[in-house]
């Protein structure tokens, strides 16, 4: 069992930056893979990044590329994702996520969702 909030969201200049935090609570949280996603007016919701559970492999969504970074403190038991070089269409609710197995672009649901921070790039 894990529980997850998220935080770091807020307004911000396209060019600039935000780091969004997830902070985790629950004794096997180095067993999770985690991952953030991203779900836009109108859209469907998106994977931007994944880590393992061992934070040796990271996923990129082709979007979030050269940009996003995902990092993982298990110490801490928090998970990071880096956003620079903001853009209008990066304009979204945020939410971390974690399962048992590594988040790809092939798919699959999550098990424990946080509860999403908003995130506007203004143009």
């Known amino acids: 069992q894990v529980q997850l909030v998220e935080s770091g969201g807020g307004l911000m200049q396209a060019g600039g930056s935000l780091r969004l935090s997830c902070a985790a609570s629950g004794r096997t949280f180095s067993s999770y893979a985690m991952g953030w996603f991203r779900q836009a007016p109108g859209k469907e919701r998106e994977l931007v990044a994944g880590?393992?559970?061992?934070?040796?492999?990271?996923y990129y969504a082709d979007s979030a590329k050269g940009r996003f970074t995902i990092s993982r403190d298990t110490a801490k038991s928090m998970v990071s994702l880096q956003m620079n070089s903001l853009k209008p269409e990066d304009t979204a609710v945020y939410y971390c996520?974690?399962?048992?197995?590594?988040?790809?672009?092939?798919?699959?649901?999550?098990?424990?969702w946080g509860q999403g921070t908003q995130v506007t790039v203004s143009s």
């Open positions: 880590i393992s559970s061992s934070g040796s492999r990271t």
């Open positions: 996520a974690a399962r048992r197995s590594f988040f790809t672009a092939v798919g699959g649901d999550a098990d424990h």
